[in-house]
């Protein structure tokens, strides 16, 4: 299963056809941090890094990004860390999310396989960390 003629569509629709590709959905190490953390920890929004104008674009972007994870589990927890800030995205968020966009454009026909003459088991890992949340200092897991 893939979703080939959605992420190219994706991609191409992102303005990101030409882009050079990147290995890894996210920057490593990368912070992200929402607007009340930056006002009541960082005395303010850090310089460049400002509300965006339009935040449907960003949220819309990352709809997409979410809709394609059901073939693209490697996408899974960068999206999902990038979409507890749509409330109020920053134009960190939005680079964050082009990011991915040129993560898909290394391989677009990237998906699940599953044969048919095979067990079907299904194996999953897990890992976390320790307080790595800025906000909470909470695991993620």
Request: charge should be positive; aromatic fraction near 6%.
């Amino acid at each position: 299963m893939s979703q080939r003629k959605y992420a190219l569509e994706l991609i191409s629709k992102s303005g990101l056809g030409g882009a050079k590709p990147t290995c890894t959905p996210l920057e490593m190490n990368q912070k992200l941090t929402s607007i009340q953390y930056d006002e009541h920890i960082n005395n303010g929004i850090p310089e460049g890094d400002t509300i965006l104008a339009d935040i449907t674009k960003c949220q819309r972007l990352v709809g997409k990004l979410l809709y394609i994870t059901m073939t693209r589990p490697d996408l899974a927890f960068s999206v999902q860390v990038l979409s507890q800030f749509m409330h109020c995205p920053k134009k960190s968020h939005m680079e964050a999310a082009l990011r991915m966009v040129r993560y898909i454009n290394e391989a677009p026909g990237l998906g699940l396989l599953m044969p048919a003459n095979d067990t079907n088991k299904l194996t999953a890992y897990c890992d976390s960390n320790w307080g790595a949340c800025v906000v909470t200092r909470r695991s993620v897991t």
